[in-house]
C-alpha cells in the first residue's frame, strides 16, 4: 500500500504520489452562510469537487446533514448551515433573511411570546364578532337591515374620529415608551372585545356599547401600528426593515390563520352557552395578557428614554457603575409611562421661564452649555430650553441635570459633592435655586463625560435617544467664561 512519503525516482512520480495521497487530504477552499459553521472543500481523485456536509443548527440543536454533497453547487437546498433541510424552507418564508444575524437578539423570544398572544387574540376576537352579530340582529327574522346598517354605520364612524383624535394626542409620544403603549393597547383591546360580548345582554345599550368599543379598538390600531414600527426599527439591523416587517406579517397572518380554523370548531361549542362563552374568552384574555407582558419584557432596548436613564444614572451616581441595556431594560416599569413627566420638561419655550431681564440673566448666569435650566424646588419640576445648536449628546446631558436635581430632594446614596448640595437642598441654605443649577453645572462638568462614556462603554447608543422633547429652541447672549484664579 502507498502512503504520501516520497520515493526515490523523478519529479513526475513525486507528483503523481502527492495528487493520490495528500491532496485527498488538503482543503482547497471553504464556505459559509451566514454565521453558520464553514464547510471545505477537497478534491477527489478524479479531479472533481467532494464538499463536505453542512452542519446545520436552529435554536441551540445541531447536526450533520445527511449525504456528502458533490458537485458544483453542492447539492444543498434552502438555506445551508442555519437549520436542517426540512426546516430551512420554512426560515426562509418566515424568517427575515439572514436570521440571527440581520435581527436584534431578542427578536426570536420577543416573536414567540407575540405569536402567542396574537393567537389568543384571535380566538378572542371571534367570540367578540358573534355576539356583536347576534346583537345586530343575524339570524332573528325580526331584525331590520336598515336598523342594523345605522348600527353599523356610526360604530365605524366613532371609531375613525377616534382614530385621527388619538393620532394628534399622542402620536408624536409613542416612540418614547413604546413598550408601555404597546403593552396598553393589547390590554385595552381585551377590553373592547369584552364589551362587544357584554353588549348583546343589555340590547338597549347596544348600539352606545359598540360604539365605545370600536372607538378603543381603534386607538388600539393606532398605538399598536405605531408601537410595531418603531420595534420593528430596533429588530432590523441591516437597514432590512421592509424585510423584518414584512416577515412579522406574514407571522401574523399565519396565527391568524391557525386561529380561524380553531375558532371554527370552537364557535359551535359555546353559541349554545352564553357562560360557557364567557369562561373561554377570560381565560384567553389572561393568555393574552400573559403574553403580552412576557413579549415587552423580552425587548431590551438600546437608546434611553427617561424611565431607562432615571434608572441607570440613580445606579451610577449610587455605585458608580453603569448599567447594560439587558439589566436595565428588566428593571423599566412596563405600567407607567403613558402620560408627560410632570418632573421635567425638554424643549420648553423660553417666554415660560423669564418675564424680565433678570430673570434671563440669572438664568444665564454660569451656563456654558447650549440648554437653559428651571427648577421649580417647589413642585419638583424641572424645565429645560433647549438652544438651536443643542444635539443629542446635548439633550441627554440637560435630562441627565434634570434627574440630578431631582435625585437632590431624594433619598439614596449619592457622589461626595452632590451630597454636599443635597444637604443644603433639604436645610433650605439657598433659597434661590439658580444657585443650586449653577454649581450642579460644575460637578456635571466632572461628572458626565465619565457617565457618558460608561453608556458607551456598557452599549448604550447615545448618538440617538427616545427623550421626549418638545420643538421650541431659543438663542441667548452667553454668560461670561469661568475664570479661573
Request: hydrophobic content about 45%.
Amino acid at each position: 500500500m502507498r502512503t504520501g512519503r516520497v520515493r526515490s525516482g523523478g519529479p513526475g512520480e513525486e507528483r503523481s504520489e502527492m495528487a493520490g495521497g495528500a491532496n485527498l487530504e488538503a482543503q482547497l477552499c471553504s464556505e459559509q452562510f451566514g454565521s453558520g459553521a464553514a464547510r471545505g472543500c477537497l478534491a477527489a481523485a478524479d479531479g472533481s469537487l467532494q464538499w463536505e456536509a453542512w452542519e446545520w443548527r436552529w435554536w441551540g440543536l445541531s447536526g450533520p446533514c445527511p449525504g456528502r454533497a458533490r458537485g458544483r453547487d453542492g447539492g444543498g437546498g434552502g438555506t445551508p448551515g442555519t437549520a436542517s433541510p426540512r426546516l430551512s424552507r420554512l426560515l426562509v418564508v418566515f424568517l427575515p433573511q439572514g436570521f440571527p444575524d440581520s435581527v436584534s437578539p431578542d427578536y426570536l423570544p420577543y416573536q414567540l411570546w407575540d405569536s402567542v398572544q396574537a393567537f389568543a387574540s384571535s380566538l378572542s376576537g371571534s367570540l367578540a364578532t358573534h355576539a356583536v352579530l347576534l346583537g345586530i340582529g343575524v339570524g332573528n327574522a325580526e331584525a331590520s337591515v336598515s336598523a342594523a346598517t345605522a348600527t353599523w354605520l356610526v360604530k365605524d364612524s366613532t371609531g375613525m374620529l377616534g382614530r385621527i383624535i388619538f393620532a394628534w394626542w399622542k402620536g408624536s409620544k409613542l416612540d418614547c415608551n413604546a413598550k408601555q403603549w404597546r403593552l396598553f393597547a393589547d390590554i385595552l383591546n381585551d377590553v373592547a372585545m369584552f364589551l362587544e360580548i357584554m353588549a348583546p345582554i343589555y340590547p338597549i345599550f347596544f348600539t352606545m356599547t359598540v360604539c365605545i368599543s370600536n372607538l378603543a379598538k381603534c386607538i388600539v390600531s393606532v398605538a399598536g401600528g405605531a408601537t410595531r414600527a418603531a420595534l420593528t426599527m430596533h429588530q432590523a439591523r441591516r437597514n432590512n426593515m421592509a424585510d423584518v416587517s414584512a416577515k412579522d406579517s406574514s407571522q401574523e397572518t399565519l396565527v391568524n390563520l391557525a386561529g380561524l380554523l380553531v375558532s371554527l370548531l370552537m364557535l359551535p361549542l359555546v353559541s349554545a352557552c352564553p357562560s360557557f362563552s364567557l369562561s373561554c374568552f377570560f381565560f384567553l384574555t389572561a393568555l393574552h395578557i400573559y403574553a403580552n407582558y412576557r413579549a415587552v419584557r423580552a425587548l431590551v432596548l438600546e437608546t434611553l428614554n427617561e424611565d431607562r436613564l432615571r434608572l441607570v444614572l440613580k445606579h451610577f451616581l449610587q455605585r458608580g457603575e453603569v448599567l447594560d441595556p439587558t439589566s436595565a431594560n428588566q428593571m423599566e416599569p412596563l405600567w407607567t409611562g403613558f402620560w408627560p413627566s410632570l418632573s421635567l420638561s425638554l424643549g420648553v419655550p423660553l417666554h415660560r421661564l423669564i418675564s424680565s431681564v433678570f430673570e434671563l440673566q440669572q438664568l444665564v448666569e454660569g451656563h456654558q452649555e447650549p440648554y437653559l435650566l428651571h427648577w421649580d424646588k417647589s413642585k419638583s419640576q424641572v424645565q429645560v430650553v433647549l438652544s438651536q445648536k443643542a444635539g443629542p449628546e446635548t439633550i441627554l446631558r440637560a435630562a441627565t441635570h434634570g434627574l440630578v436635581l431631582e435625585a437632590l430632594q431624594g433619598d439614596g446614596p449619592l457622589p461626595r459633592e452632590l451630597e454636599e448640595l443635597r444637604n443644603r437642598v433639604l436645610a433650605g441654605a439657598d433659597k434661590e435655586s439658580w444657585v443650586i443649577i449653577k454649581e450642579t453645572h460644575q460637578v456635571l462638568d466632572k461628572l458626565f463625560p465619565k457617565f457618558l462614556k460608561g453608556l458607551q462603554d456598557a452599549g448604550w447608543k447615545t448618538e440617538k435617544h427616545q427623550l421626549e422633547v418638545d420643538e421650541w429652541r431659543a438663542t441667548w447672549l452667553p454668560s461670561p467664561e469661568k475664570k479661573i484664579l
